[in-house]
């Protein structure tokens, strides 16, 4: 069983903590998250730290607190430092805009796909076709990713299509000709 639950979260200058019952509040220089925790787990604040604790010690209630110490770590890390996804476009004539709020894609398909970032992620994307994704928030920033992926997802024969930077697509072998 992982003891992930039981390691504090160190709180860096800067960034601020406000805890109200289930209620969890963090502020820093990249902005504020907010978030309600399950009532089995409470936040402790001490000097430049949070721990987490529970009443029992009984499996769902350990596996919820090493699930809020992971949440609210990464609230505490996302308005401190923010996070990244990169998203890699493969295949000819594949092709990425960022307007504004919204991301314009022709990966094959007779129209250009538009997809509209939520409010919280910015997009950039380089002349080799690489989207980078960046928030405070890491849940969101995922499903964006998702999101952005299931569009044309990479297919096995070249590859082609939208994957994350570190994915490994693994390739079939194509047709090996006339048996004789």
């Known amino acids: 069983m992982s003891r992930i639950g039981n390691k504090p979260i160190p709180v860096p200058k800067g960034i601020k903590v406000e805890i109200n019952g289930v209620y969890v509040k963090v502020t820093g220089p990249k902005g504020t998250l907010e978030r309600d925790i399950c009532g089995e787990v409470s936040v402790k604040q001490g000097d430049g730290f949070l721990e987490m604790t529970t009443s029992n010690e009984s ?6 607190k090493g699930l809020t110490r992971s949440l609210v770590n990464n609230m505490v890390v996302g308005v401190g430092e923010g996070f990244k996804k990169k998203l890699v476009i493969e295949g000819v004539g594949y092709k990425a805009d960022v307007s504004g709020s919204s991301l314009t894609l022709n990966v094959g ?27 405070i928030d890491k849940e969101l920033l995922g499903l964006t990713a998702a999101r952005i992926r299931e569009i044309k997802k990479p297919e096995p024969y070249k590859g082609k299509g939208i994957r994350y930077e570190d994915e ?13």
């Open 59 to 64: 499996k769902k209630t350990m596996a919820l």
């Open 109 to 135: 398909y007779s129209n250009p796909v538009i997809f509209n970032l939520p409010s919280g992620v910015q997009a950039e994307v380089d002349k080799s076709n690489n989207i980078t994704l960046e928030s």
């Open 168 to 180: 490994h697509i693994v390739r079939k072998v194509g047709k090996s000709g006339v048996k004789s």
